[in-house]
């Protein structure tokens, strides 16, 4: 039994400290955005993988960079209407 709190306290604070890791009540809007970012933000901080993506679109990193940080808003649109 105490092994089964120690997971969930594990757990919980795993949640805390990291937003991505989601919880029971994640919206599938949430985790899409969560995953988006998390990979526009590996894309900046791996410059060859940066570099790759310029030569594939044609742009120049900066530009690449830059729609990678404007992407990262809204990375999947708007956030659909909530309904009670």
């Known amino acids: 039994m105490a092994d089964k709190l120690r997971t969930q306290q594990q757990l919980e604070s795993l949640q805390n400290k990291y937003i991505g890791t989601g919880h029971a009540d994640t919206t599938k809007h949430e985790w899409t955005s969560n995953i988006?970012?998390?990979?526009?933000?590996?894309?900046?901080?791996?410059?060859?993988?940066?570099?790759?993506?310029?030569?594939?679109?044609g742009q120049p990193m900066e530009k690449v960079r830059m729609h990678c940080m404007?992407?990262?808003?809204?990375?999947?649109?708007?956030?659909?209407?909530?309904?009670?």
């Open 36 to 57: 988006a970012r998390d990979s526009y933000a590996s894309y900046q901080g791996h410059p060859p993988l940066l570099h790759y993506m310029s030569i594939g679109m």
């Open 70 to 84: 404007e992407r990262m808003v809204q990375p999947v649109g708007p956030a659909p209407a909530v309904e009670d």
